[in-house]
C-alpha cells in the first residue's frame, strides 16, 4: 500500500514539472518580490510545492494573522444544556420543550392512558387505538395524511404500554407548525372508519398468534397476568374473544373518558418553547378540562402460569415485586440489578456490552450448556413492577436451569457480589440512559412520561448522582427483600420437568 502511494506521487510530481513547472512565472509581483532574493541561491518549487513535497517560501504561515479577517471566539469547553420550559394551559394539559443545536425538531403527545384503565367491556382498545394511530382524522383522509407527512420528510409513531399512550413525529425544525397540526389532528379526530378498523382488527389477530412463536414476549405477559389482579392484570394484547366486540365506536368511548386535557403533556425537544406555544395553544385550548381520575388499583399476589406446548424447550420466568418510579432510588437499584445480573443467549457475540461479563452469563451460560438463554428483567411501573429472570433450556434440564437461576438471585441477597460486578454495573447503566438520551426523539419521550409520572422532569445529574451513590449494601439488601415476597413464576413449552410452584418458592426461604 505504501509503496503503491510513493510511486504515484513520484509521477506525479514528474508530471507537475513538466506540465506546470512555469506556473511560478504567473505569481504576484509581491510574491516574486518577496521570493527573488532567495531563488537566486536556492530555486523555489512554487505554489505547488506542498502537493508535490516542496517547500513554498511564497505562502504566508498559518500563524500570521490575515488582515481585515475578525475570528470568532472559540466555543467554549462544556455547552451548557438547554434549559426545559413547561406552560400549563388552563384546562390541565402541560406543554414542554427543550432546545438542541440539532436541526430536526421531535414532537410527542403522551396521554396518561393504557390496558390498566380497561374495563372488561373495553379489553383490547389500548391495542387497537395504537394501531389506528395516524389514520383517516375528520380533516383528512389517510392518503393526503401519509402526503403531507412525506411532504415534510417527517417520521411517525405511536407506542401503547399498560400505563401510558405516545404519538411521535419527527422532522425538521422549520416544519414545527405542520408538525403540531398534523399531530394534533390525528390524536383528537380520528375518523375510525370502519374499513380501516376491520383491516388493524385482522392484522392484531395475525399479530396475536405470532405472540406464541415468541417464547419470552409471551411470558412476559403471561406473569403480570399471574402476578397482579387489578388493573395490572389486564392484557396488553387485545384477548382474541374480545376482536368481534372491537370497534369504532367503542374506541370513540374509550377515548373521550380517558384522551382529557390533564391527563396529557406535549413534549418537544429542539423546538423553542415560546414557537411551540404559539402553535399548540389554539389547537388544544377546547379540550375538556376534567379533573384527572385515580389510577385503577392493582394488587400484587404471586401466582403461576403454565402452558404445555410440546417441543424441544422449557421457557421459564421466575419474577417478583419491586417498588415503581415513584420511588426513585428502589426502582434504581432495580435498574443497577438488571445490568448486574445481566446474561443473554448462549450465541451471544462481543464484549462486555454484550452482557458476556455480566453475573448470569459468567455463572450459568457459560458453565451449562444445556442453557440456551438466560437473561434478567424489569417491568417498573408508577407505583409497583416486576424483577425477575428469564430463562430457556431444554426440557429435561428444565428443573435444574430453575434451581441455578434461584440461586443466583439467593447468591447475591447472600452478598457474594463484589465492588468490581458493581462497578460494572453502575457504568453501564449511566452509559445506556446518556447514550438513549442522545437520540432527540428519545429526550422528547423521556421529557413528556417524565412529566407524567413526577409532574416534572427530573434532571439527569440526580439519576447519575443516584447511581454512584449506591452500595453493595444496597444491592444485597434490595435482593433480599424482594425474594422474601411471593413468587411469580411462568412456564412455556414442555412444562412437564417443571417443579411445582410451592418446589421453586421454597427455594428462596
Known amino acids: 500500500m505504501y509503496r503503491t502511494a510513493a510511486s504515484r506521487a513520484r509521477s506525479l510530481k514528474g508530471s507537475l514539472s513538466r506540465g506546470l513547472g512555469p506556473a511560478a512565472r504567473y505569481a504576484s509581483s509581491s510574491a516574486v518580490a518577496t521570493t527573488s532574493s532567495s531563488s537566486s541561491s536556492s530555486s523555489s518549487p512554487g505554489f505547488l510545492g506542498w502537493l508535490t513535497g516542496g517547500s513554498s517560501g511564497s505562502l504566508a504561515s498559518l500563524d500570521m494573522p490575515l488582515q481585515g479577517v475578525s475570528l470568532p471566539p472559540p466555543l467554549p469547553d ?18 414542554a420543550s427543550e432546545m438542541s443545536p440539532n436541526p430536526a425538531a421531535s414532537i410527542g403527545l403522551y396521554v396518561d392512558c393504557g390496558s390498566i384503565y380497561e ?80 383491516e388493524e382488527l385482522r392484522k392484531m389477530k395475525v399479530e396475536i398468534a405470532e405472540l406464541a412463536k415468541n417464547p419470552m414476549g409471551f411470558l412476559m405477559e403471561a406473569v403480570h397476568s399471574a402476578g397482579y389482579s387489578g388493573a395490572l392484570a389486564n392484557p396488553l394484547y387485545a384477548p382474541e374473544s374480545a376482536l368481534h366486540r372491537l370497534n369504532g365506536e367503542l374506541l370513540e368511548e374509550f377515548m373521550t373518558e380517558n384522551f382529557t386535557a390533564a391527563r396529557m403533556v406535549l413534549a418537544a425537544s429542539g423546538v423553542e418553547h415560546e414557537d411551540l406555544l404559539k402553535v399548540v395553544e389554539p389547537l388544544t385550548s377546547d379540550l375538556p378540562n376534567v379533573p384527572r381520575q385515580a389510577e385503577p388499583k392493582s394488587q400484587y399476589t404471586g401466582g403461576d402460569f403454565r402452558q404445555h406446548t410440546g417441543g424441544e424447550a422449557t421457557h421459564f420466568a ?14 434504581l437499584i432495580a435498574s443497577v440489578l438488571q445490568m448486574l445480573m445481566g446474561g ?23 458453565e451449562y450448556q444445556q442453557v440456551q438463554s438466560c437473561t434478567a428483567f424489569t417491568s417498573i411501573f408508577d407505583n409497583t413492577g416486576l424483577f425477575g429472570i428469564y430463562g430457556c433450556s431444554s426440557p429435561e434440564f428444565a428443573a435444574k436451569a430453575i434451581e441455578l437461576a434461584a440461586k443466583e438471585l439467593k447468591d447475591v441477597a447472600g452478598g457474594k457480589v463484589n465492588q468490581k460486578h458493581l462497578d460494572r454495573a453502575k457504568a453501564a447503566t449511566k452509559s445506556a440512559v446518556l447514550m438513549n438520551l442522545e437520540s432527540r426523539m428519545i429526550a422528547a419521550e423521556d421529557i413528556g412520561r417524565q412529566i407524567l409520572t413526577y409532574g416534572e422532569r427530573k434532571p439527569v445529574e440526580q439519576f447519575l448522582k443516584t447511581v454512584d451513590e449506591l452500595t453493595l449494601k444496597d444491592i444485597t439488601d434490595f435482593t433480599s427483600k424482594i425474594i422474601s415476597k411471593p413468587l411469580t413464576m411462568g412456564s412455556f413449552g414442555d412444562v412437564l420437568s417443571v417443579p411445582s410452584y410451592d418446589t421453586v418458592s421454597s427455594k428462596f426461604c
Open 119 to 198: 374495563a372488561p367491556y373495553f379489553h383490547g382498545a389500548t391495542h387497537l387505538l395504537e394501531r389506528m394511530a395516524f389514520k383517516s382524522t375528520t380533516n383528512r383522509s389517510h392518503l393526503r395524511l401519509v402526503r403531507e407527512i412525506e411532504a415534510i420528510g417527517g417520521n411517525t409513531s405511536a407506542s401503547a404500554s399498560r400505563e401510558q399512550m405516545s404519538y411521535t413525529i419527527d422532522a425538521l425544525k422549520t416544519y414545527v407548525p405542520e408538525m403540531v397540526e398534523v399531530l394534533i389532528d390525528s390524536v383528537r379526530n380520528p375518523a375510525f372508519l370502519d374499513w380501516e378498523v376491520n
Open 318 to 331: 421466575l419474577a417478583f415485586e419491586v417498588p415503581g418510579w415513584k420511588n426513585e432510588k428502589e426502582a
Open 344 to 366: 443473554g443467549g448462549s450465541f451471544s457475540a462481543g464484549g462486555p456490552g454484550k452482557g458476556m461479563h455480566s453475573w448470569l452469563y459468567l455463572r450459568i451460560l457459560n
Open 78 to 95: 462544556r455547552v451548557e444544556p438547554s434549559k426545559l420550559k413547561i406552560t400549563t394551559l388552563p384546562n390541565g394539559l402541560k406543554i
